[in-house]
C-alpha cells in the first residue's frame, strides 16, 4: 500500500548529521533496501547486480565505524574516497560520518597531478581506492595521506582529533568545484548543508512529490557532486527509500535499468535526455515506473518531445555546491511547456536579487546576477561554510551580504526564474564545471604555444563543449591539424578528459581588452564563427577515446 506525504517532512531541524538520518531509516524500515542495482546495468563490479537493505548495510556501516574507532579517527580528520559509486562508498561515507570525520569524493577521472593537487590541499589522512583505482592512486603524491586498499587495515589517524562524533554545524565533506579560477576550489560542507538539501529536495511537491515508503531514487550522477550525495542518498535516507547509484550512464543500459530496479524517481543531467532521444523505441522504455525526471538544464527542444516519448515529467532546478538547498530554485509546481530555460521559484527561506555589473537592481525582466542568501538574522545560515585556506576568495563571493552566483538570470512575466547566461569564465559540459584558467594554464605549458584562450561553445548533447584559441609560437614547424593534434593529447595527460579541448583553433593574436585582458566575450564570439566557418579542428571523437585510454599502472 502507497501512502502520499501530505505533509512537510522534517530533516533540517530533526536531524544532527546524514547518520543520524540513516540510523532512523534503519529503525523503521530494517529489511526495506537501501542501495540496490539489477543485473541489466551490467555493473562492471556487480555483474549480477547487488541489493543491500537498511539492517544489512547497518552492519556494515558498524564494522567500519568500529574500525575507524579504534584507529583514532574523529572530528578533525578528512578520509579522501576513491570508490566512484559503489556500496563501499555509502558504507565508508557513514561509518566516518557517524565519527565526525569529513569525506573527500575523488573524481576518478582525475588525473594523477590532480589528485595530488585534492589530497594536498584536503590535507587528508587516508586515501581509500578499491582494486582498480589502485593504479591512478599510486601514480599521485599523496603527500601526508596514506593509501589502503578497501579491506586493507586502517592505519592509525595523524590527525589530531578532538571528539569522535558529528553535530550539525561539522564539516561533513569537503567538494572540489571549478570556478573561475585556476584550480578547483574545496568548498566545506556542513552536515547541516546536507540535510538542508535533502530537506528541500523531499519537500519540493507538484511532480516531485514523494511517498512515505517506497520511493527507489535512480541516479548515474557522481558522488562527489551535491546533487547525488544531497538529493538521492540523504532524501532517499530520509523517507526509508532506496538508492540505485550507477557508476556511470549507459544509453543503452538505461531503460532497462530503470525499469528492473523498479525506479520511482530517475536523476539526470541536460546531455542525457538528448542522448536518450536519439535511441530506437524500446520494450523498456515504457516499462518503467518513473514518476518523474529530476534533470537540470534540459535543452527545451528536448523537453516536450522526452516528456511525451517517454510519459515522465521532467524537473528543472538551479542551487550550486556553495548554495546548497538554502537557495535553490524548483519547477515542480510549475506547468510544463516554458519557451526558454526555466529553473522556476525560488525556496521558502531564499532571499534573491538580480543586479548588474555595478551592483545595482536590474529594471524588471532584464537579466541581471543572481544575488541570493537566506531568510533571517544569517544570511549564510545553510550555505557552504567556506572555501578551505581561503577567506579572500571566500568573502569576495560574500561581497555585501549576498552571496554572488556568477549566473546572469531574468524574471519572466510569469513571475518565474529563467536562466540567461554565465558570467564566470567557466565552460558547464555534461553538469562538471570547467575553469578556462586551469585549461589554459595547462596548454601554456606545452611546447609550441605562445598564448592560447579557452571559451565554451554549444553542443547539443553536453550543452557546452571546451573550445582553445591557440598563438603558436614562431618557429613551430608541424602542419595544423598534426599540431592541434598533439595539444589535445598533451592536455590529457594532466587533465581530466572532460577539461581537455575539443576544439582547437589557430589565431594570429588573442582578442584583448582596453586592459590588455583576454576579451572573454570576444573570443567566445569568434569561436563560434569559427565553427560555423569550419575553421576549427574538430576533436570530440578523439576526446572520447581518451576517456576510454586505460591509464598506465605506476610503481607498487
Known sequence: MWWWCMGRIEVLGRYQ??????????????????????????????????????GEAERAVSTLRADFAAAGYGRGARVALLLDNRP??????????????????????????ELSYQLEKSKADLLVATRDRMPLARRADLGRARL?????????????????????????????????????????????????????????????????????????????HM???GCSVVGMMALGGAVVPLDRFSANRWWASVADSGATIVHCLGVIPAILLQLPVSEAERRHSARFAFA??????????????????IVDAWAMTE?????????????????????GRPADNMVFRLADDEGRDVAAG???????????????????????????????????????????VYVGPDGLLYFFDRKKSIVRRSGENIAVLEVESTLQKLDGVEATAVTPVPDDLRGEEVFAFVVKSPGTAADDRTFAEAIVRGAAETLAYHKVPAYVSFIDALPLSPTRKIARGEVKVQAVHALEGNTAFDFRDLKAQLRKKPKAAGPA
Not at 532512523?24 to 543491500?52: I, K, M, N, Q
Not at 527545451?300 to 515529467?313: L, S
Not at 538554502?326 to 526558454?340: I, L, Q, V
Request: hydrophobic share 40%; net charge negative.
Open 148 to 224: 589502503i586498499e578497501v579491506g586493507e587495515p586502517i592505519p592509525a589517524c595523524a590527525s589530531p582529533v578532538t571528539a569522535q562524533a558529528g553535530a550539525a554545524d561539522h564539516e561533513c565533506a569537503l567538494l572540489f568545484t571549478s570556478g573561475s579560477t585556476a584550480k578547483p576550489k574545496a568548498c566545506i560542507l556542513s552536515n547541516r548543508y546536507f540535510l538542508g538539501i535533502a530537506d528541500w529536495y523531499v519537500n519540493q511537491g507538484g511532480a516531485a512529490a514523494v511517498r512515505e515508503e517506497g520511493e527507489i531514487n535512480l541516479t548515474p550522477l557522481p558522488m562527489f
Open 88 to 113: 563501499e562508498f555509502f558504507f565508508h561515507w557513514l561509518s566516518l560520518n557517524a565519527l565526525g570525520v569529513s569525506i573527500v569524493p575523488i573524481n576518478p577521472d582525475l588525473q594523477p597531478d
Open 296 to 313: 537540470p538544464a534540459v535543452d527545451v527542444r528536448h523537453r516536450a518531445i522526452f516528456e511525451e516519448r517517454y510519459g515522465i515529467p
Open 17 to 54: 548529521s546524514p547518520f543520524d538520518v540513516f540510523s532512523a531509516a534503519v529503525a523503521r524500515r530494517s529489511a526495506s533496501p537501501f542501495l540496490l542495482a539489477p543485473s541489466s546495468a551490467e555493473l562492471a563490479y556487480a555483474r549480477d547486480g547487488f541489493r543491500f537493505a537498511y
Open 227 to 229: 546533487n547525488a550525495l
Open 366 to 408: 532584464q537579466p541581471g546576477e543572481l544575488l541570493v542568501r537566506s531568510k533571517g538574522p544569517d544570511p549564510r545560515l545553510g550555505f557552504f561554510s567556506g572555501y578551505l585556506d581561503d577567506p579572500v576568495n571566500t568573502e569576495d563571493a560574500w561581497k555585501d551580504g549576498w552571496f554572488h552566483t556568477g549566473d546572469y
Open 323 to 343: 548554495t546548497g538547498g538554502a537557495a535553490a530554485t524548483t519547477t515542480a509546481k510549475e506547468p510544463r511547456g516554458f519557451p526558454s530555460r526555466c529553473i
